[in-house]
């Protein structure tokens, strides 16, 4: 009984010290100083999750809202919008930044370079097409999109100058080591991926350069591409929109891993 007795007791100190700290944590988020602003395209906004609405195509299971709901931060602000380029954000989205954000997301450079009109016309041409335009692309994004990046960057940090930015990139769309996969050629795939590593090195650089942080969601979908068994990207889908764009589970095993971890030193 004696034992029995101490056991019991140890039990309740235990489950109070327990209770004592899931207190204090909690207590600890929800008093959380961190100011959070969502900017950027669709691939912030969360076209492709299946729950997007209105007319910027904003979801709940994109990676900013999911962050929000873990985190509690302080204030939230969600101002991505579908079909956003870097001169749109500047105009329409920079307004719900101020000195109190102290931590910004984005992707963007997508819309800049015509993304949606270049993917529809490799689904609906040849490859010859195809891989023309993202010739064209590329040779424009090199020439104009570090300077729109630099511009956008410096525009943040004027507006929100306690803030953390982290630009995040794009994965690649396919997976060119599978040797089956229906639909585009093969030569589509590869120039498409090339695309977008383009891209993605210039975001790179144009973070490097403005004090923002590059958060690199490739590896973290490696595997998960167009052409393998668990893809967290959409394919050709109708609507035409969601296309290319990130499932929920692209959201949430894709972004917000890599997100996490680069805000993970915001607030603290």
């Known amino acids: ?14 489950t109070t010290a327990a209770a004592a700290l899931g207190g204090s944590a909690l207590t600890a988020n929800a008093s959380t100083t961190v100011h959070y602003v969502a ?3 669709s691939y912030s906004s969360g076209v492709g999750t ?6 910027c195509g904003q979801s709940s299971q994109a990676y900013g ?3 929000a709901a873990a985190n509690s931060p302080a204030s939230f602000s969600f101002a991505a919008c579908s079909g956003a380029t870097t001169l749109t954000v500047i105009s329409g989205q920079l307004s719900s930044l101020n000195s109190s954000t102290t931590l910004v997301s984005l992707t963007i450079g997508g819309n800049d370079v015509g ?11 040849s490859t010859s097409t195809c891989e023309s335009e993202i010739s064209s692309a590329e040779t424009w994004a090199n020439a104009n999109l570090p300077g729109r990046l630099n511009t956008l960057l410096a525009d943040i940090h004027a507006d929100a100058p306690n803030a953390k930015i982290i630009l995040l990139d794009y994965p690649d769309f396919y997976d060119t080591s599978v040797w089956l996969c229906l639909g585009l050629s093969s030569g589509d795939h590869q120039a498409i991926d090339a695309g977008i590593n383009d891209l993605d090195g210039l975001m790179q650089t144009a973070a490097a350069s403005d004090n923002a942080t590059f958060a690199d969601v490739r590896s973290t979908f490696s595997g998960h591409e167009l052409c393998d068994g668990s893809g967290w990207l959409n394919s050709v889908t109708i609507p035409i929109g969601d296309s290319y764009h990130p499932t929920a589970t692209g959201q949430a095993d894709g972004y917000l891993p890599v997100f996490s971890k680069a805000a993970s030193s915001v607030g603290q």
């Open 1 to 14: 009984m004696r034992h029995t007795r101490m056991l019991s007791f140890g039990i309740a100190a235990i």
């Open 39 to 41: 900017l950027g395209d």
């Open 50 to 55: 299946g729950s997007e609405s209105g007319s």
């Open 65 to 67: 809202p999911l962050w």
């Open 115 to 125: 993304f949606s009109s270049i993917m529809e016309d490799c689904v609906l041409d």
